[in-house]
């Protein structure tokens, strides 16, 4: 499956985005999504998961409360509404695909990766 993740932008302290991730193929009903972040110079951090039905969702410490992940099988596409941000969420955002629930917070076990897209908070 091939990702193609949009919506970074720069806002405002407090203010919302919505990333997107749109998946080709039609297999993209048997993967579990998740969403990573990556700052230059740090590792890559895992931020929400969501299973294969969507019936499943997991969050880091620090986006718990303030993201939320989602899935519409239909139109292959998983999203992450982060509201609230804060400085410290700047970073490249990535989605990812993974087969194993188990592993879901554990990014060297995906198996397809989307480029980035670049959430920039001003504080």
């Known amino acids: 499956v091939q990702l193609q993740a949009s919506g970074g932008g720069l806002v405002q302290a407090g203010g919302s985005l919505r990333l997107s991730c749109a998946a080709s193929?039609?297999?993209?009903?048997?993967?579990?999504m998740g969403w990573f972040r990556q700052v230059p110079g740090k590792e890559r951090e895992f931020v929400a998961g969501?299973?294969?039905?969507?019936?499943?969702?997991v969050y880091s410490e620090p986006v718990k409360g303030r993201f939320t992940i989602s899935r519409d099988n239909a139109k292959n596409t998983v999203y992450l509404q982060m509201n609230s941000l804060k400085s410290e969420d700047t970073a490249i955002y990535y989605c990812?695909?993974?087969?194993?629930?188990?592993?879901?917070?554990?990014?060297?076990?995906?198996?397809?990766w989307g480029q980035g897209t670049q959430v920039t908070v001003s504080s």
């Open positions: 193929g039609r297999t993209f009903s048997n993967y579990e």
């Open positions: 969501i299973s294969d039905t969507g019936g499943l969702t």
């Open positions: 990812a695909a993974t087969r194993q629930w188990r592993w879901i917070r554990f990014g060297a076990r995906y198996e397809h």
